[in-house]
């Protein structure tokens, strides 16, 4: 079963609640497609075994010693990416979209094209079971495809090593790492917050979730910050038909285990956040089963 974990936006304390899942069980693969700003590597500092290349795409490259400065590729690159200063012709990357145009029109032939390949897939070993995650170079694109691979890899190794559960730490947002994220995965379970914004975001992520018909769960995270609005959310839930598997309060201790690198199941089994996060993961994979029986 491929369980994701995702938030409508940034700090709603998604990881540590991925982190917590992933270490409730002794045999997981977890995977994190947060490829943008993977984290779960630090936490759980996995022993790597493979190093992949992602290519991300392609950008263009003026070879000095050819070009004559003559200012052809100017005029017709449509992404403004090529200048011309102090009588030397010169591509600004982050502008390059990499469509070819430039070295197939050059008279001299002094335009490469060359593959954008600083970002990176790992595979490895963690205290509970298997690792997947995927790091995006900086100015690289195509996370969505870099998810794919992630999620790939993932379920690939959970059938090699006849793991059953894959829990996958999404990006924020709802953008295309995202449906990457979610598209065929069993469940969804959406962390917000009660805050205005938290249900805005909540709304927007459960109409893809909803529309895409994947089982979908929630946990209000921070819940005791603002209990009108967390019963906002709740009565939002209800009426959408979507069960509230968790409320955990604020606590200071889920900062702390991320401090000491641990989730907050390993840093303080015994706490009353933990209990409360079992409890979650318990609702889930109950109501997981009832929904197959
Ligand atoms: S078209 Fe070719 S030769 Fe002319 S400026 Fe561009 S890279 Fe240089
Ligand atoms: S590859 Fe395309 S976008 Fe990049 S510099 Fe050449 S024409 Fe411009």
Known sequence: MEIAIISGKGGTGKSSISAAFATLQDEIVLADCDVDAANLYLLFNPVCDKEYTFV????AKINQEKCNSCGVCIDYCRFDAILKKDHKVNILETLCDGCLLCSRICPRKA????NEDKSRMYT??????????GR??????????LVNLVREKAKQIAKEAGINNIIIDGP????????STITGVDTVVVVTEPTLSGLHDLKRTLEITIGFKIRTFVIINKFDMNTDMTS???AFCNQSGIKVIG???????IVEAMVNCQSIIDYAPDSDISKRIRNSY????????????
């Open 111 to 114: 335009i490469d094209i060359v």
């Open 247 to 253: 409320k955990l309060q604020f606590d200071p201790l």
């Open 282 to 293: 318990s609702k889930l994979l109950q109501f997981n089963l009832i929904d197959k029986i």
């Open 124 to 133: 490895g070993y963690f205290k509970n079971g298997r690792m997947v995650y």
């Open 56 to 59: 991300s795409g392609q950008k």
């Open 136 to 145: 995006l170079a900086s100015g690289e694109e195509n996370s969505g495809r």
């Open 172 to 179: 924020p947002g709802i953008g295309c790492p995202v449906i």
């Open 232 to 234: 906002g959310i709740e």
